[in-house]
């Protein structure tokens, strides 16, 4: 089964950090776009972190630049993402992607999900 799982979501105060992981599984991803959106309650999903098959371009969300950081390493077949100086309002279920064109608001392949909660 191909998918993608996330994990390293939680619960931290303002101004804290969490690193968000994605693996693969079921095929290689190496060839493919890989990315994070995120989805808060009551709004609507929104693009947050983009990267290019070799990770050697990313792309990034305005609210975010310079605070998250995404990678990937293609030997274990993963994406992350580095949030830094996190605020209340980057609280959202975050999702991992892949595409073989670009990352947009339809992929090809999702995750589940991961919760992030960001306390005042």
């Known amino acids: 089964q191909e998918q993608l799982v996330e994990s390293g979501g939680g619960l931290v105060q303002a101004g804290g950090s969490l690193r968000l992981s994605c693996a693969g599984s079921?095929?290689?991803?190496?060839?493919?776009?890989m990315g994070w959106l995120r989805q808060a309650p009551g709004k609507e999903r929104e693009f947050i972190a983009a990267?290019?098959?070799?990770?050697?371009?990313?792309s990034y969300a305005t609210s975010v630049k310079d605070r998250f950081t995404i990678s990937r390493d293609n030997t274990k077949n993963t994406v992350s993402l580095q949030m830094n100086s996190l605020k209340p309002e980057d609280t959202a279920v975050y999702f991992c992607?892949?595409?073989?064109?670009?990352?947009?608001?339809?992929?090809?392949?999702w995750g589940q999900g991961t919760q992030v909660t960001v306390s005042s």
């Open positions: 990267i290019n098959w070799s990770g050697s371009s990313t």
């Open positions: 079921g095929r290689t991803f190496s060839g493919y776009m």
């Open positions: 992607v892949a595409d073989r064109q670009r990352i947009g608001l339809t992929n090809e392949y």
